[in-house]
């Protein structure tokens, strides 16, 4: 065994892995070894944080990220239960989490992809329009992004096997993202959260925070992990470790007015915990008070009344309760904001087209990730409930790459969709034909993330 220093916020972790890694690595699977102080060190270094190859494999270029264990510990331990780690068009950084798919697993325990069909309970359709796209493309590895505000500290990692790169979450505090500032009736906040394997019981929740706030930026700290001058919002958190050991936490908070508790609970959930399913998807639904919440494609709550009708939220944030063993990390990556309820029917059958970027797709592929089930089934019932309707599917990407090969995936990709559709959904073949248009067509500039992510879409075009 080798043992490489990972220098990472101040710290180094020692951790014993196979196969070594360049120095300058930190691992989301760090088995808990000794942590040493070495702040003098933190002006004159690069970060590039990595998930050890030794215990999480890669497939496909999607970082589905298990962790590998002798025989000793298989004998001990819980099956892996989920995926992690994919990526959302033709150059998109999107890691998403794959559901509990422990069903599926091959012959030596090991889940089989999630598929389609794996994903059958899953309702969760992004909004309409993409808002905000949080990738810390911006920012250097090493510091803390420059569009967000904390009274703890944090900063910009990379991990191996996954696209793109991740903020990772000091000790007790808040971590406000600045550039989302309203919050309408209907909207979806998706973003990836990963762990350190080996993560204490007694470390806080992380806690995911959507309020009405009147300034934000010197009242963003009074959403710190115990309450106390919290108001008019919620809390959504989770743990990687119940009292069991076996399974994750999952609780919710509502404040009012007053500041007072209006509703809570709190219970063990399957689809996160540590060490097999440390690396998650976690998808956020409000529509008008409704709230749902989903980890990979495990619908953790759905509460009719967690929103007040009468409150303009505009605030979100990161709360993070502390670490009780220092080598305890939280990350957060991939953060997505689209607003306004889908409405495929009404713009499909009334107005004769509809375009969507919630059909996810593996990086420069034209496999379809099973986070799509959601917005496939509301297209193919509106094609199911107007049986004389036939469509044209036609997909786009954004500028990045060649241009002859955008269009040849953008090609492919749509003749995915309607094999989905026909396939999964029941949908006749010969009411769909196909087509692509590469970057030619874009619907915002490519010049941000959020216009890349908009020009990352499937039109379907009544016929």
Wanted: charged share 25%.
């Amino acid at each position: 065994m080798k043992k490489i220093a990972n220098w990472v916020t101040g710290v180094v972790l020692m951790l014993a892995v196979t196969p070594a890694v360049s120095v300058a690595q930190v691992r989301i699977n760090d088995p808990g070894r000794v942590v040493e102080r070495q702040a003098e060190n933190r002006a004159n270094r690069k970060i590039d944080q990595a998930v050890d190859k030794g215990l999480d494999s890669v497939e496909e270029g999607i970082g589905n990220l298990f962790k590998k264990k002798d025989k000793k510990t298989a004998e001990t331990q819980p099956k892996p239960s989920g995926q992690a780690g994919n990526a959302n068009g033709n150059a998109d950084n999107d890691p998403a989490g794959n559901g509990d798919n422990a069903a599926n697993a091959d012959a030596d325990g090991k889940p089989a992809k999630p598929t389609l069909k794996s994903y059958s309970k899953f309702d969760f359709i992004p909004g309409e329009k993409i808002v905000a796209i949080e990738d810390f493309s911006q920012d250097a590895v090493g510091d803390f992004p420059a569009r967000w505000n904390t009274n703890s500290s944090g900063e910009v990692v990379t991990i191996e096997g996954t696209e793109g790169k991740w903020l990772m979450l000091g000790p007790e505090g808040v971590f406000h993202p600045e550039f989302i500032t309203a919050l309408p009736e209907n909207f979806t906040l998706e973003f990836n959260l990963a762990t350190t394997t080996e993560f204490s019981f007694y470390s806080g929740y992380l806690r995911t925070v959507i309020a009405e706030v009147a300034v934000p930026a010197k009242e963003f700290t009074n959403w710190k992990g115990f309450d106390g001058g919290k108001k008019n919002g919620l809390e959504i958190a989770l743990h990687p470790k119940d009292a069991g050991g076996s399974q994750g936490l999952s609780a919710f908070n509502v404040f009012g007015e007053d500041g007072a508790s209006m509703m809570k609970n709190e219970k063990s959930i399957p689809a996160f915990h540590t060490p097999d399913h440390n690396v998650v998807k976690v998808s956020v639904w409000r529509q008008k008070t409704r709230l749902r919440v989903y980890v990979d494609d495990y619908k953790v709550w759905d509460l009719p009344r967690a929103f007040d009708a009468t409150r303009k939220y505009n605030f979100i944030a990161f709360s993070n309760q502390g670490y009780h063993e220092e080598a305890n990390r939280y990350f957060v990556s991939n953060l997505r904001l689209a607003v306004g309820a889908p409405d495929t029917r009404s713009k499909l059958i009334t107005e004769g087209k509809f375009s969507t970027t919630g059909i996810h797709f593996d990086v420069s592929s034209a496999t379809i990730k099973p986070e799509s089930y959601g917005t496939l089934k509301e297209i193919a019932a509106v094609l199911t409930e107007n049986a004389g309707v036939s469509v044209k599917i036609i997909g786009h990407t954004d500028s990045d790459g060649d241009d002859a090969a955008n269009f040849a995936l953008s090609k492919k990709r749509s003749e995915a969709v309607k094999a989905a559709l026909s396939a999964d959904f029941g949908i006749d073949g010969s009411r769909m034909e196909t087509d692509g248009k590469g970057e030619a067509e874009p619907a915002a500039p490519n010049t941000t993330a959020e216009g890349k992510a908009g020009n990352r879409r499937v039109e379907f075009v009544k016929m």
